[in-house]
């Protein structure tokens, strides 16, 4: 098959053809139809995985997935061939199997069915980038009136979490750079703040009692985070979706807390995708053959909303 592959960490990926993938115990093997494309996906691609996960060259990046059911390995249940399905590869022991390819192997406890009337360019996106943006808003669960800052609201799951909250009645401020701002308050977003300028301190200045609820996508430092954390009111909640709360619950009188990405609230979100309460925010498609030049964009610009890898 055809896939977005490294070769070794001396070359930066390329679409080669690679052996056809063979599911093992738990595992699904699925035809891609679409795949969007992550920030770990460039960390992979840059070799930054090494300390963590050996490289099995080829190895196919990509961890998003939506396509149809080719087989299924030993012990799975529930999914049977031309089904329709969608989430995410799910854990592997090696960096070797990825979706950015015609044939992924997707652990059965990752994926869900695709519901009907959603595309696979909607699916493919709702992965990584859906759950973690589900699970980061039912974190710091608004109430209807609730302020909640966005931080990183253009990104995908910034774009997801916007919806989700503004969904439940929640005021959002999205941080947007300069001319994004359409992008977010059609999103859903109430109001916005620019992250290029002093975002905390205009944050006080409207609303100096501190907002309910902060959910940062972007700063991986701790202090950082806890700075952010400082603009919920006593009481309040903050989330990190890069782990930057790290063993903390909570930073003075705010809970915290980490998201990441969850397949068992993927159900939920293909649902809310089929009645038309939340969207895919993609803005870009490339064909399997462009998948490079997906990730190099994803890397070397200003991404805005989901970029898919069409590979069906």
Known sequence: MKALALTGFEKPPSVIDVPDPVPGS?????????????AYDTFVAMGAMKDYLPYEFPAVLGGDVAGVVESVGEGVEGFAPRARVFGMVGSKTAVHDGSFGELVTANATSLAPTP???DDLAAGSLGVAGTT?????????????????VVGATGGVGSFA????????????????????GFVTDLGAAETVDYTT?????????????????????????????ALTALAREG?????SVG???????????AVSNANGN???????????ASGTLRAPIRRTYSLDEAAKALQDFTAEHTVGKLVIVAG
Do not use: C
């Open 198 to 226: 002093d975002l905390e301190a205009a944050i006080l200045q409207r609303y100096p009692e501190g907002v309910a609820a902060v959910i940062d996508l972007v700063h991986r430092d701790a202090g950082e985070f806890g």
């Open 162 to 181: 916007v919806q989700l909250a503004a969904a439940r009645g929640a005021h959002v401020i999205a941080s947007v750079r300069p001319g994004d701002e």
């Open 116 to 118: 009907d009337g959603v």
């Open 133 to 149: 943006a589900l699970e980061a808003v039912n974190a710091v669960d608004p109430a209807a009136g609730d302020v909640v800052l």
């Open 236 to 240: 309040g909640r903050a989330v990190s």
């Open 263 to 273: 397949p068992t609230l993927l159900a939920e979100l293909g649902a809310m995708v």
């Open 26 to 38: 738990g595992e699904v093997l699925v035809r891609v139809g679409a795949a969007s494309v992550n």
């Open 244 to 254: 930057a709360a790290g063993e903390s619950t909570r930073i003075g009188e705010v």
